[in-house]
């Protein structure tokens, strides 16, 4: 897997909108095949210049009934809604193959692919803090940070695709793999704790965000809210 993944096999995307069939009585919501969490699709004064929150690595499981490989990943991001020709982001996989689970962390400038962080490992419950840096529009950092073991990982990431710093965004994310989705994994429940994004003009909570959850196949596989900090999805 990771040597198919370091081959440019997985990729984050942009949010892929659906329209939402039945009736909600939930306002501020969206709906999307591959994210869920919270999105600031603009934000009134300044530019989102980095985005971070602390998360509880869950463990994955198979849906009732389901064999094979199934996968999510938590991230923390800008870019990719409203902007979506540039997203600078990093975060954590969580693969349940049969009895076996593995982690993978990762960094990501798309439109290229994602590329694993080496030298950090994660297991069940550990605690995840995840940041991104933009220093420019196709400059950055993401920095991953396993607080429960002290281990933390740094890259710094250029790209000739420009961020329209316009989006910030705490997700999970059913992923691709070779141009299609993965197989989704249930992930019990992730929360994304002492979330917080900076633009030039301060920093603000996830509170004012727009909410998304997943849908597919006409149902809805997610229930996001909000916080002044936090993000649970």
Do not use: M
């Not at 999307?32 to 929150?53: I, K, L, Q």
Request: glycine residues 8%; negative net charge.
């Amino acid at each position: 897997r990771l040597a198919r993944r370091r081959a440019g096999v997985h990729q984050s995307k942009p949010v892929r909108l659906v329209e939402h069939a039945t009736t909600s009585n939930i306002s501020n919501v969206e709906y999307s095949e591959n994210w869920a969490g919270a999105v600031y699709d603009s934000y009134p004064s300044g530019s989102f210049t980095a985005v971070t929150g602390t998360f509880t690595v869950p463990t994955p499981s198979a849906p009732s009934g389901g064999r094979g490989s199934y996968s999510a990943s938590a991230w923390v991001g800008i870019d990719g809604d409203t902007c979506d020709t540039a997203i600078l982001q990093t975060g954590l996989d969580f693969t349940i193959d049969g009895s076996d689970v593995s982690y993978d962390a990762w960094y990501e400038w798309y439109p290229d692919y994602a590329y694993d962080f080496s030298g950090i490992s994660f297991s069940a419950g550990d605690t995840v803090k995840l940041t991104v840096t933009a220093t420019s529009t196709t400059s950055g950092t993401a920095v991953i940070e396993n607080v429960s073991t002290g281990k933390t990982v740094t890259q710094d990431i250029t790209s000739s695709s420009a961020l329209c710093e316009e989006n910030a965004e705490w997700i999970v994310e059913d992923y691709e793999e070779g141009d299609s989705l993965v197989a989704f994994a249930d992930f019990g429940t992730v929360t994304f704790t002492s979330a917080e994004a900076t633009t030039t003009s301060g920093t603000v909570g996830p509170s004012g965000a727009t909410l998304i959850d997943i849908e597919q196949n006409n149902e809805v596989l997610t229930s996001a809210s909000t916080s002044s900090d936090s993000v649970t999805i």
